[in-house]
């Protein structure tokens, strides 16, 4: 039979046209015998037809077919893409046609509620569409159904984001705004709440039949396994931080136990009752919790107390112990356990394993090293005396080491303090001072800028063995030299904008009370709640706070706070310190600074990995909790602190939220009909009031969201 | 409007759309049989106007979407039918001789991506109008329009660059001579 075309479109009526039709043409049936064919197959069903092919098809009862549920929800269909839904529910809407429920199906509230969920899902299935069709490319040539459903996929999914281009991109862009920029944890929420939508409305339309249980529990079901592996993704947020074995809180069991619970239910029927497919799936789940569990227990996270510092000094084991670099930290640690009360650690393998790195390094051996090591020295002995006795030679002999970690320029009188620590505050230090006071003596005639010169001169040209030719005793000093001690140390403190200011007010302090006149210290006091201040950077989301060492801190905002996320850049050793000057000074009476925030942040930096286990930087952090925990300014706010009913609701928002994920999956699952009712396009509320607008809203032309709201708005006002 | 008139309406399209699935020609036949027949028998439930493409194509395209799983289903346990559009059947199984270089050109149209070759298999089986095929693909007339263009293009280079059509033509201008 030569078939022809009505609507040629441009340039088709040629020699290829007529060539395909004369091909293709070969697959048309004989129309009569197709009719027929029709014709027997119905009668085959329906005995009572006696004329069906011209029997008129539009019956008396023909119109508007309500499926009960409220119009909204049909709008919010809209929104959803056919690919991850029950066919049922693509049919909804008009038509039997996704594409024709994606146009007419309308994105009212529900449906934008549920965008930012959907948006996310539609991004994870273009990415995984089009990586198959990247890998699979060299099929793209078969023409089997496999291929035929990719295309299919890729065609819905690019009519998903033609459709919906505008509302998915301001997703995004509220996505992108809510990450960066947002205070708490604001991607979370909306998430869920828009996740909370879409299983809502799923469920509801579901349980007015259209699709049975089985196709909704298992998407359910998956939803929740692609909440938990996203929960799982995001387990290091501050969201989701909880103390627990699995590291992230109840919020991963809760949607593990719901999936569990719903694919039981998906399966009940089939594999002879619920409870046998529980035992099924509930098996599964306690293997995924298990696993889960050595997971965190090998690459997981604990939190460290003093008892683990303790022992992991006591241990001597771990490498990081014999390594120079985290003798700085260990000298902190020590002192903040000293500070607060605590019993300090045997230091007797410590002490070995330090030893054996200085031998080991011999020539190598950086001596700037031996400055923290002295300080722990303090505590306990763990430098032999052929150590000290080396050290203070090479102090006598070659200065410039023990001052190289600054520039001469930068160099404070108070510096010098930092060579008690070459041999203790009994013995150079006092030397150490008493030589920096001989030298005050002898220059008092020279201007201030030329002395301090001077004596960084002395000091480089002359070596540390000047000053043990002087007096070792502090009775020694004379009165002016300590009134100009005095006099220096505290005008040449920083600055409480300067960097690491903290650091030297403690230093001076140390200055002071060496020469006797540690009173004056507390003159310091409004230049150290100054630089607190100045410093303290709480995060954004009101959970904890540090001192970053400087009040310039690059990622501060216009309020001074931090993203959290950005903590981690805070060096710990300048917290330390600004504790250290907290325990001292105290805290201004008008001061921000919450402790409790301090103490989270210290909790959070206490975190050991499981298989690493501690270091010398969780140790710092522990000894600084504790320290602050002991101290009374922190006990004040405690008490001063009292928590509403409404902490702990958002303390544990993150399960509270799982548990009402799984609920309505699980309600919306068990609402669902055994077997679906056949899909069968509506004619609802909502399409009669689109056929009554004008033609912009015709079906089939391409409504749009927006298109439709400013109609109903337009609608309701006229009505009104 | 009564069944006949749908059938013949939409006829071309469904069996074009349903060869594209991957369907035989035979078996594209009686699938579109089939789905005219579960159509009428349950038109009580079609809401839409008859005369709307959107909302007919979308209620044929369902039913025939669910058969022909059903019918890959029942062929093949486990899984839907997977079948090369060329392997799909004889087709003296339509009981009519192909015209000569037919058989070349539809082999060129089974290589074809599948949208393209979805939507000429759709127009040119008996030349069915854009609506019908926009109504069964639930898209607008000028997406198939665009579709159309771009599936033809496609043909015809791949005509030429593999040169299918030589003996397409060459065929046709003999048997043109021959009359």
Same mark, same amino acid.
């Given at each position: 039979?030569?078939?022809?075309?009505?609507?040629?479109?441009?340039?088709?009526?040629?020699?290829?046209?007529?060539?395909?039709?004369?091909?293709?043409?070969?697959?048309?049936?004989?129309?009569?015998?197709?009719?027929?064919?029709?014709?027997?197959?119905?009668?085959?069903?329906?005995?009572?037809?006696?004329?069906?092919?011209?029997?008129?098809?539009?019956?008396?009862?023909?119109?508007?077919?309500?499926?009960?549920?409220?119009?909204?929800?049909?709008?919010?269909?809209?929104?959803?893409?056919?690919?991850?839904?029950?066919?049922?529910?693509?049919?909804?809407?008009?038509?039997?046609?996704?594409?024709? #429920?994606?146009?007419?199906?309308?994105?009212?509230?529900?449906?934008?509620?549920?965008?930012?969920?959907?948006?996310?899902?539609?991004?994870?299935?273009?990415?995984?569409?089009?990586?198959?069709?990247?890998?699979?490319?060299?099929?793209?040539?078969?023409?089997?159904?496999?291929?035929?459903?990719?295309?299919?996929?890729?065609? $819905?999914?690019?009519?998903?984001?033609?459709?919906?281009?505008?509302?998915?991109?301001?997703?995004?862009?509220?996505?992108?705004?809510? !990450?960066?920029?947002?205070?708490?944890?604001?991607?979370?929420?909306?998430?869920?709440?828009?996740?909370?939508?879409?299983?809502?409305?799923?469920?509801?339309?579901?349980?007015?039949?259209?699709?049975?249980?089985?196709?909704?529990?298992?998407?359910?079901?998956?939803?929740?396994?692609?909440?938990?592996?996203?929960?799982?993704?995001?387990?290091?947020?501050?969201?989701?931080?909880?103390?627990?074995?699995?590291?992230?809180?109840?919020?991963?069991?809760?949607?593990?136990?719901?999936?569990?619970?719903?694919? =039981?239910?998906? *399966?009940?029927?089939?594999?002879?009752?619920?409870?046998?497919?529980?035992?099924?799936?509930?098996?599964?789940?306690?293997?995924?919790?298990?696993?889960?569990?050595?997971?965190?227990?090998?690459?997981?996270?604990?939190?460290?107390?003093?008892?683990?510092?303790?022992?992991?000094?006591?241990?001597?084991?771990?490498? @990081?112990?014999?390594?120079?670099?985290?003798? +700085?930290?260990?000298?902190?640690?020590?002192?903040?356990?000293?500070?607060?009360?605590?019993?300090?650690?045997?230091?007797?393998?410590?002490?070995?394993?330090?030893?054996? +790195?200085?031998?080991?390094?011999?020539?190598?051996?950086?001596?700037?090293?031996?400055?923290?090591?002295?300080?722990?020295?303090?505590?306990?002995?763990?430098?032999?005396?052929?150590?000290?006795?080396?050290?203070?030679?090479?102090?006598?002999?070659? %200065?410039?080491?023990?001052?190289?970690?600054?520039? %001469?320029?930068?160099?404070?009188?108070?510096?010098?303090?930092?060579?008690?620590?070459?041999?203790?505050?009994?013995?150079?230090?006092?030397?150490?001072?008493?030589?920096?006071?001989?030298?005050?003596?002898?220059?008092?005639?020279?201007?201030?800028?030329?002395?301090?010169?001077?004596?960084?001169?002395?000091?480089?040209?002359?070596?540390?063995?000047?000053?043990?030719?002087?007096?070792?005793?502090?009775?020694?000093?004379?009165?002016?030299?300590?009134?100009?001690?005095?006099?220096?140390?505290?005008?040449?403190?920083?600055?409480?904008?300067?960097?690491?200011?903290?650091?030297?007010?403690?230093?001076?302090?140390?200055?002071?009370?060496?020469?006797?006149?540690?009173?004056?210290?507390?003159?310091?006091?409004?230049?150290?709640?100054?630089?607190?201040?100045?410093?303290?950077?709480?995060?954004?989301?009101?959970?904890?706070?540090?001192? %970053?060492?400087? !009040?310039?801190?690059?990622?501060?905002?216009?309020?001074?706070?931090?993203?959290?996320?950005?903590?981690?850049?805070?060096?710990?050793?300048?917290?330390?310190?600004?504790?250290?000057?907290?325990?001292?000074?105290?805290?201004?009476?008008?001061?921000?600074?919450?402790? +409790?925030?301090?103490?989270?942040?210290?909790?959070? $930096?206490?975190?050991?990995?499981?298989?690493?286990?501690?270091?010398?930087?969780?140790?710092?952090?522990?000894?600084?909790?504790?320290?602050?925990?002991?101290?009374?300014?922190?006990?004040?706010?405690?008490?001063? *602190?009292?928590?509403?009913?409404?902490?702990?609701?958002?303390?544990?928002?993150?399960?509270?939220?799982?548990?009402?994920?799984?609920?309505?999956?699980?309600?919306?699952?068990?609402? =669902?009909?055994?077997?679906?009712?056949?899909?069968?396009?509506?004619?609802?509320?909502?399409?009669?009031?689109?056929?009554?607008? @004008?033609?912009?809203?015709?079906?089939?032309?391409?409504?749009?969201?927006?298109?439709?709201?400013?109609?109903?708005?337009?609608?309701?006002?006229?009505?009104? | 409007?009564?069944?006949?008139?749908?059938?013949?309406?939409?006829?071309?399209?469904?069996?074009?759309?349903?060869?594209?699935?991957?369907?035989?020609?035979?078996?594209?036949?009686?699938?579109?049989?089939?789905?005219?027949? $579960?159509?009428?028998?349950?038109?009580?439930?079609?809401?839409?106007?008859?005369?709307?493409?959107?909302?007919?194509?979308?209620?044929?395209?369902?039913?025939?979407?669910?058969?022909?799983?059903?019918?890959?289903?029942?062929?093949?346990?486990?899984?839907?039918?997977?079948?090369?559009?060329?392997?799909?059947?004889?087709?003296?199984?339509?009981?009519?001789?192909?015209?000569?270089?037919?058989?070349?050109?539809?082999?060129?149209?089974?290589?074809?991506?599948?949208?393209?070759?979805?939507?000429?298999?759709?127009?040119?089986?008996?030349?069915?109008?854009?609506?019908?095929?926009?109504?069964?693909?639930?898209?607008?007339?000028?997406?198939?329009?665009?579709?159309?263009?771009?599936?033809?293009?496609?043909?015809? $280079?791949?005509?030429?660059?593999?040169?299918?059509?030589?003996?397409?033509?060459?065929? *046709?201008?003999?048997?043109?001579?021959? #009359?």
């Amino acid at each position: 039979m030569k078939h022809t075309i009505d609507d040629w479109i441009e340039a088709e009526d040629d020699a290829l046209g007529a060539d395909l039709l004369e091909a293709l043409g070969q697959l048309s049936p004989d129309p009569e015998d197709f009719a027929a064919g029709v014709a027997e197959r119905i009668a085959a069903k329906d005995a009572s037809s006696e004329d069906p092919l011209r029997e008129p098809l539009d019956g008396p009862d023909q119109g508007v077919v309500e499926l009960g549920g409220p119009s909204r929800l049909r709008w919010a269909a809209g929104v959803l893409p056919p690919l991850i839904l029950p066919k049922g529910l693509t049919k909804l809407g008009l038509g039997a046609g996704t594409a024709t #429920a994606s146009k007419l199906g309308l994105k009212f509230v529900p449906g934008i509620a549920m965008l930012p969920f959907v948006t996310l899902l539609m991004l994870v299935l273009t990415g995984f569409v089009a990586l198959r069709g990247l890998f699979g490319r060299g099929r793209q040539h078969r023409a089997d159904s496999q291929v035929s459903d990719q295309r299919e996929a890729q065609l $819905e999914i690019a009519d998903w984001w033609r459709s919906n281009m505008v509302p998915a991109g301001l997703v995004l862009v509220l996505i992108a705004y809510l !990450w960066f920029q947002a205070p708490h944890d604001g991607v979370v929420v909306l998430l869920l709440a828009s996740t909370l939508a879409f299983v809502g409305v799923v469920g509801r339309l579901a349980s007015v039949g259209l699709a049975s249980r089985r196709e909704l529990g298992r998407r359910l079901g998956g939803g929740l396994v692609f909440c938990m592996a996203m929960a799982f993704q995001l387990r290091g947020t501050a969201s989701l931080e909880a103390d627990s074995a699995f590291g992230i809180g109840l919020t991963f069991p809760i949607l593990g136990a719901g999936a569990a619970v719903v694919f =039981a239910l998906v *399966h009940a029927g089939r594999r002879g009752g619920f409870l046998r497919s529980l035992a099924l799936t509930g098996s599964l789940w306690l293997l995924a919790m298990a696993a889960l569990a050595g997971f965190n227990s090998l690459l997981g996270e604990f939190e460290a107390d003093t008892d683990d510092l303790r022992a992991w000094i006591e241990s001597g084991e771990d490498p @990081d112990l014999a390594s120079p670099v985290s003798w +700085t930290h260990l000298a902190l640690a020590l002192e903040h356990l000293e500070a607060s009360g605590e019993r300090l650690p045997d230091l007797g393998r410590f002490a070995a394993a330090a030893q054996a +790195t200085v031998d080991r390094q011999a020539g190598d051996f950086n001596e700037l090293y031996a400055l923290p090591l002295l300080r722990i020295d303090h505590h306990q002995e763990v430098v032999r005396d052929s150590d000290r006795q080396r050290w203070a030679e090479l102090a006598r002999t070659q %200065p410039a080491w023990v001052l190289s970690a600054k520039h %001469p320029a930068d160099l404070a009188d108070h510096d010098l303090v930092t060579l008690f620590a070459l041999e203790g505050p009994e013995a150079l230090g006092p030397r150490a001072a008493a030589w920096y006071a001989k030298t005050l003596e002898e220059d008092l005639e020279l201007p201030a800028g030329e002395r301090r010169d001077r004596a960084v001169q002395r000091l480089r040209d002359r070596g540390l063995g000047a000053w043990l030719d002087v007096e070792p005793e502090p009775a020694a000093l004379q009165d002016l030299a300590v009134d100009e001690l005095e006099r220096r140390v505290l005008a040449a403190v920083a600055a409480p904008d300067e960097y690491l200011a903290l650091g030297s007010y403690l230093r001076a302090a140390e200055v002071l009370e060496w020469i006797g006149r540690g009173e004056r210290a507390a003159e310091l006091a409004p230049l150290v709640h100054r630089a607190l201040e100045l410093t303290w950077t709480p995060t954004n989301d009101g959970r904890q706070g540090a001192f %970053p060492g400087t !009040w310039e801190h690059q990622d501060r905002d216009e309020h001074g706070q931090l993203d959290q996320s950005r903590l981690t850049f805070v060096w710990i050793g300048s917290t330390s310190q600004a504790l250290h000057a907290i325990a001292r000074w105290g805290l201004a009476p008008d001061s921000v600074i919450e402790l +409790t925030q301090l103490e989270r942040y210290l909790a959070i $930096e206490s975190r050991a990995h499981g298989a690493l286990g501690m270091s010398s930087y969780v140790g710092l952090a522990v000894a600084a909790r504790a320290h602050l925990q002991s101290l009374p300014v922190y006990q004040q706010q405690i008490v001063a *602190h009292v928590p509403s009913w409404f902490d702990p609701l958002i303390e544990q928002r993150m399960p509270l939220a799982a548990l009402l994920l799984v609920a309505f999956a699980i309600v919306a699952t068990l609402r =669902a009909p055994e077997e679906a009712v056949e899909p069968s396009p509506l004619r609802g509320d909502l399409q009669r009031f689109l056929l009554s607008q @004008d033609e912009e809203l015709v079906p089939g032309r391409g409504v749009r969201w927006w298109t439709v709201l400013k109609r109903m708005v337009l609608n309701s006002r006229t009505k009104d | 409007m009564n069944l006949d008139t749908i059938i013949e309406r939409w006829r071309g399209a469904l069996v074009g759309l349903l060869a594209a699935w991957g369907a035989s020609p035979r078996d594209a036949v009686e699938l579109a049989q089939d789905t005219f027949a $579960e159509a009428y028998l349950a038109r009580e439930r079609f809401a839409g106007a008859w005369e709307d493409e959107a909302a007919v194509g979308a209620w044929l395209r369902g039913i025939a979407s669910n058969l022909h799983l059903a019918h890959g289903r029942r062929r093949r346990p486990g899984g839907r039918r997977s079948l090369p559009l060329e392997a799909a059947g004889d087709p003296a199984e339509v009981e009519r001789a192909a015209p000569p270089g037919a058989s070349a050109l539809v082999e060129a149209v089974g290589r074809l991506r599948g949208p393209w070759r979805t939507v000429l298999m759709m127009r040119y089986v008996e030349g069915s109008g854009l609506a019908e095929i926009a109504g069964l693909l639930g898209i607008g007339e000028r997406a198939v329009e665009g579709r159309l263009r771009r599936a033809r293009a496609s043909l015809k $280079e791949l005509i030429e660059t593999e040169g299918l059509a030589e003996g397409t033509k060459d065929e *046709h201008r003999t048997q043109e001579g021959q #009359a």
